[in-house]
């Protein structure tokens, strides 16, 4: 086809587009009207292109997990002891995991291990990589990672850190255990020898809480502070 061909052709869908205003605007701004369409055509390739990537990522992620529960978690579990390479694993797994909602599950049953192994400082270091690594992150997850980092804490003897995990509860939308949760806090007032805020937190269950273990555990701590 010739030049002239081309021209005329052109010409041709010019005069067919002028004759809607629409049509008229396509006519006057081609170049930018193809820019457009080949940016948007460009855009859901990109994005079938991320999504494509995002799945395969997600399957990686979930076959890390799958060999890891299979493997270390599961020896562990029978063993009834986590070993030095089941901590190992457990935070590899964690680095690469970059916050699979899965990730919470397979910590939270980690840590109850190492908690009933007595092995406190793992537990810590475990439960603080998950959250760094973006676990934990709604109200009630929160709380199931905080409550066992004091247990951690308070086992180890670190009262203030103990109290500083659950005190990050209170303002929390997750209203679960409430009574446990200053009566834990009480608990551990009392323990490093606060006792203002050891009664403060023994009243609070006292006046708010419906359950009568806690109510029961909150008075005998009050009797006990006013000997």
């Known amino acids: 086809m010739t030049t002239k061909d081309q021209m005329a052709i052109n010409r041709g869908i010019d005069e067919v587009l002028n004759e809607t ?18 940016l ?25 997990i799958f060999s890891f529960v299979q493997g270390p978690l599961k020896v562990a579990t029978e063993k009834k002891t986590p070993s030095a390479e089941f901590v190992t694993a457990l935070k590899s797994v964690i680095e690469k995991n970059e916050g699979h909602p899965v990730g919470n599950v397979l910590v939270l049953n980690a840590v109850d291990l190492l908690l009933k192994n007595k092995k406190y400082q793992d537990a810590i270091d475990i439960l603080t990589l998950g959250k760094n690594s973006g676990l934990g992150k709604n109200a009630y997850l929160e709380y199931l990672f905080s409550t066992r980092m004091a247990v951690a804490y308070e086992d180890l003897g670190d009262y203030p850190a103990a109290i500083k995990s659950l005190e990050t509860l209170l303002n929390s939308s997750a209203k679960i255990l409430e009574g446990k949760l200053y009566l834990d806090l009480g608990r551990l007032y009392k323990k490093t020898g606060n006792i203002e805020k050891a009664r403060t937190n023994f009243k609070y269950v006292v006046e708010n809480s419906k359950q009568a273990d806690f109510l029961k555990m909150a008075k005998l701590y009050l009797g006990e502070l006013e000997q």
């Open 40 to 64: 948007a055509i460009g855009g859901v390739l990109g994005y079938g292109i991320k999504s494509s990537l995002d799945e395969k990522k997600h399957v990686a992620k979930s076959a890390l």
């Open 21 to 38: 205003e629409i049509g008229g605007f396509i006519a006057r701004h081609k170049i930018l009207v193809i820019s457009v369409i080949i």
